[in-house]
């Protein structure tokens, strides 16, 4: 693991290989590890991969300082549900301040789930610093209020209780069917994942996607091109949320893939990989 100073935060990292970057950005309430079989096989295929615990996450939530604004402009309870935040835009700022640090230009930016909301912030904030895009499990639109309450819910326990219910409760959710049944070390690393989260972060990046925009109208303009990974089976973030950035993103690829759900990386990690194998290939 390294450890970068950046922006008032020790941010930690994985970093492996050489040649054209990869920036792998994880989902919530995950951390960097997530990504190790695309470390190695990136690594191994001439790209040069680097995993960051996002703020708040991972090693990243030791000395914090949170600097996201608190978004008092919807609602009173909304308001005073957001508390401490990371915004997707607290996390952009990081991972571009991170590539800096690392000499790195420009990146290929590879986001699962709230990694693939950071992803389409940091595309926002600096396009010319995406050679192309990889949005798993992800969606384009913001929360509505149902979405947004459940969130506050989910805040609220696990700063009562810890990540043990959470992790529990998501499990069935972030896997699939045949994962659960025949992957005990896939089901065993997303539980640890989940139970090693330091519920203070864990919640500020809950509260920071909770307020997140809706990015559906900045799709037309991304002109990197793009690859859109889903799982068949995921409840959380389904096919039709693909399809959807797919459609709206032009000249985009679409990979659907069988027996897996949320995690697709860790699920299927070889299907994963040919498919950013092959979508790198088509323009590095
Ligand atoms: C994730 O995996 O990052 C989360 O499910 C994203 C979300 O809650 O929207």
Redesign the pocket.
């Known amino acids: 693991m390294n450890t970068a100073h950046i922006r008032g935060i020790d941010i930690a990292y994985y970093e492996a290989g050489s040649g054209p970057a990869v920036m792998l950005l994880h989902?919530?309430p995950?951390d960097r590890s997530m990504w190790r079989e695309q470390i190695d096989f990136l690594s191994a295929q001439g790209y040069r991969a680097i995993a960051p615990d996002l703020r708040g996450l991972g090693k990243t939530s030791d000395k914090l300082q949170f600097v996201g604004d608190v978004d008092h402009s919807s609602s009173e309870r909304q308001a005073e549900a957001y508390g401490t935040i990371t915004t997707m835009d607290d996390m952009a700022g990081d991972v571009a301040a991170l590539m800096d640090e690392l000499r790195i230009d420009q990146a290929v930016i590879c986001g699962?789930?709230?990694?693939g909301y950071v992803a389409f912030e940091f595309a926002h904030l600096f396009p010319a610093r995406v050679s192309a895009l990889v949005l798993a499990?992800t969606r384009a639109p913001a929360d509505n209020e149902q979405e947004k309450q459940a969130r506050f819910q989910q805040v609220e326990q696990m700063l009562a209780n810890g990540m043990t219910g959470i992790a529990e409760a998501s499990l069935p959710k972030l896997l699939s069917s045949r994962t659960l049944a025949e992957e005990p070390e896939v089901v065993a690393r997303v539980r640890e994942m989940i139970l090693r989260a330091a519920p203070e972060g864990a919640a500020a990046a809950q509260r920071g996607?909770a307020a997140r925009r809706d990015y559906s109208d900045d799709l037309p303009n991304i002109k990197a091109p793009a690859l859109v990974i889903v799982g068949r089976e995921d409840p959380?973030r389904p096919v039709a949320d693909a399809e959807f950035m797919h459609r709206a993103l032009s000249g985009s690829a679409l990979v659907i893939i069988e027996d897996a759900a949320?995690m697709t990386n860790m699920e299927q990690a070889e299907v994963f990989n040919q498919a950013l194998q092959e979508f790198l290939r088509s323009f590095h």
């Open positions: 989902g919530y995950f699962l789930s709230m990694g499990g996607m959380i949320h």
